[in-house]
């Protein structure tokens, strides 16, 4: 396989797990909240799902994988899910600093995620790495026959599920969010919540789940980091800034899913950029690392230079919603 | 009102006018209670450890000899100054999350100084060191704020990104000053002559750090509480409009209060770099600038009561990397600890803010 094949691929690797990130956050944006504990939920879906798989493979001599998968996936989703249920009862019904919440998850999430994954090691005899190879398996899983056919196989048909489900979510979600009552109503919430009152929708129940399913689709690129880029292994803080890039992408997309998914392979490939030219000395590394972060300041000041309406944040992003207050 | 009975809601919220400090400290102090507790059921859920003996395991990871005592209070003097710092900025409604990455250039321009002065004379190398680490954060905080002030440009997730940018650009400085080459690592700057390196007072090498951030509060809280420029920034805080009205010049205002945030980020960076650590790396802020919000948010921005906070969240931090190593957990043990209090505090805060007023069944029957 030429190289330039082997950077589109982790290319599109790289990317899907911004892009759960970044879809997650997108919808829990549009509701009005600014959770910047993206990374925390991350970190909790991923070792929730690992912890998922590995308690169940412990447990039997023959682990099917697609019991595992399922097992897996509904570790981290709910896990995830409470991280954004945590964040939704401090700011939405007892009305806590959005920006000091998500960060307070963060911290928590983090921690919590290297406390168990690091156990989840020592458990398995210390040695720094768990195997849960039967479950990861069923995640990498890839198409037959499809994928066998040469540079297109590789290129489109060599990855897991969860790659093409991230797709399937991004389409989905701007679906709902620009094309159906409820998306429009969730809208309603995070541009004005008085007005979404006043107009007889419940703002707290749309914030709440909001908040909680975007915690959800965050916790799956958790999920696909551990179970499917790293085969279902965990080293602490290997996940890295990705959380944080899943926010900037948010910008970068300036708030639709359908633009996150390219975002997401461009993020994805300047993430990685730096391992694939030639002749690159170790501080320029360090310089093409900065990359996406350059691009997402540059995406946030051409927005705000050229005000346009559609391009801006939801009005409400970051305010606490409460009836009795007059604005 | 009419006789058709009308359904009060059980209970409602309604907003609190004020409440004495003492009361508030109260709802504070249940919170922590309340995490405490929590964390004791997760601790013994988890571990099967008894919580009492972790507790007594943290305070004597803090406070358990005249070192660490020493060096706790150090390490909040330090978390204060970037509290400090985020302060003015908080106050105007400038969410500024990235003292990290300001406390990080600060960081670097001081050892950038310390490096190439080694052989200066020390009264260039002493002068030199807080002017570049000062005006480095000045500038860091700069940057989004002309970009706020012209165009409206979101701060949050500007000062957020310029974070990850500091922490490129110091990877890169190592790679330039890193001493042995190859080892990715800057060790000690100046092992020998210990050029540049903060000045013991007293025979106590942690005392300096704290003097100057505690002159740095009083300075600070004169210049919010009494100045013009002071109330200025609480003007722009409270309605950019009637800033505007009343003839203040919101954009000077903005870039000015971001270039003295960026700054006194810088200083905890200088004195992150001088007197405590003596080298550079990525984790020389080690997420302190982020901590640093919570201190001032929980703080109310008061310094006094910021002074508390940050020598709480301090000491359970060294704390816990005490019983990590003592009950043989895992480091990050303490993150999901403070992450619980920060929850349990953050919610309290409800209660200082709002009241719950339950449904009056007489008052019903009369209606």
């Known amino acids: ?327 | 009102m009419s006789a058709t009975t009308v359904k009060e809601p059980w209970v409602h919220v309604v907003k609190r006018d004020r409440m004495t400090v003492g009361k508030s400290a109260l709802i504070h102090l249940a919170g922590v209670v309340l995490a405490l507790i929590i964390c004791a059921l997760v601790i013994f859920m988890l571990t099967g450890l008894n919580p009492i003996d972790v507790y007594a395991g943290i305070w004597d990871g803090a406070l358990g000899t005249s070192r660490r005592t020493w060096v706790t209070l150090r390490d909040s003097a330090i978390l204060l100054c970037i509290g400090f710092a985020i302060t003015p900025a908080f106050r105007m409604r400038f969410w500024n999350i990235g003292a990290e990455g300001q406390v990080l250039v600060g960081a670097m321009a001081t050892a950038a100084v310390m490096i190439y002065g080694a052989n200066w004379p020390s009264w260039a190398l002493y002068t030199l060191m807080p002017i570049a680490g000062v005006l480095a954060g000045a500038l860091w905080g700069l940057i989004p704020a002309v970009f706020k002030a012209k165009w409206n440009t979101n701060e949050t997730l500007f000062t957020l990104m310029l974070n990850y940018v500091a922490m490129q650009a110091v990877t890169y400085a190592i790679i330039f000053w890193e001493n042995p080459k190859g080892s990715n690592s800057v060790g000690l700057i100046n092992m020998q002559s210990e050029a540049g390196w903060l000045p013991s007072i007293a025979d106590n090498k942690y005392l300096l750090t704290i003097f100057v951030v505690l002159v740095i509060m009083v300075l600070l809280y004169g210049y919010m509480k009494y100045t013009k420029q002071g109330y200025e920034i609480s003007v722009v805080g409270e309605s950019e409009n009637t800033a505007r009205y009343a003839g203040i010049n919101v954009k000077r205002v903005i870039i000015r209060t971001m270039a003295l945030s960026g700054a006194l980020a810088g200083v905890a960076g200088f004195l992150l770099v001088s007197g405590a650590g003596h080298t550079i790396s990525t984790s020389v802020a080690d997420g302190r600038g982020f901590t640093a919000i919570v201190v001032a948010w929980l703080g109310k921005l008061n310094p006094f009561a910021m002074l508390v906070v940050a020598f709480f969240l301090v000491f359970m931090q060294r704390g816990s990397i005490q019983i990590a190593s003592q009950f043989g957990l895992n480091d990050s043990a303490s993150e999901i600890l403070t992450g619980i209090i920060l929850f349990c505090v953050l919610g309290c805060e409800f209660f200082i803010n709002y009241r719950l007023e339950f449904r009056h069944e007489e008052e019903a029957v009369k209606a």
């Open chain 1, 1 to 327: 396989m030429s190289t330039l094949l082997i950077f589109l691929q982790k290319t599109i690797t790289q990317g899907i797990v911004l892009l759960y990130g970044a879809n997650g956050e997108i919808i829990t944006e549009k509701s009005g909240n600014l959770n910047l504990g993206v990374p925390g939920m991350m970190y909790m879906g991923g070792v929730a799902g690992l912890a998922g798989a590995f308690l169940y493979e412990n447990s039997t001599a023959n682990p099917i994988p697609w019991v595992g998968v399922l097992i897996a996936i509904l570790a981290a989703l709910l896990c995830s899910a409470f991280g954004g249920l945590i964040y939704s009862f401090l700011t939405i019904t007892l009305r806590a600093n959005q920006n000091v919440t998500g960060l307070a998850l963060t911290t928590f999430g983090v921690g919590f995620g290297n406390f168990f994954g690091g156990s989840l090691s020592k458990l398995a005899g210390g040695v720094g790495q768990i195997s849960t190879a039967a479950t990861s398996g069923g995640f990498r899983t890839t198409i037959p026959f499809l994928r066998d056919i040469p540079v297109v196989g590789d290129l489109f048909f060599s990855y897991g599920f969860l790659t093409y489900f991230a797709l399937i979510i991004t389409l989905l979600l701007s679906w709902f969010l620009f094309k159906t009552r409820l998306g429009l109503n969730l809208r309603a919430v995070g541009e004005n919540a008085a007005t979404a009152d006043a107009a007889g929708i419940n703002v707290t129940r749309y914030k709440y789940l909001a908040t909680c399913i975007g915690g959800a689709i965050c916790g799956l690129g958790g999920l696909y980091f551990v179970m499917d880029y790293s085969s279902g292994t965990w080293m602490n803080d290997s996940f890295g800034d990705r959380g944080w890039l899943a926010i900037a992408l948010v910008i970068f997309a300036r708030w639709r899913p359908t633009q996150a998914i390219w975002g997401s392979f461009l993020f994805g490939g300047l993430y990685i950029l730096y391992l694939y030219i030639p002749g690159l000395t170790r501080d320029m590394q360090e310089v093409f690392k900065a990359l996406p972060y350059f691009v997402t300041i540059f995406v946030l000041i051409m927005t705000s230079l050229r005000k346009r309406r559609e391009d801006q944040p939801p009005a409400s992003l970051g305010l606490a919603y409460f009836r009795e207050d007059r604005n």
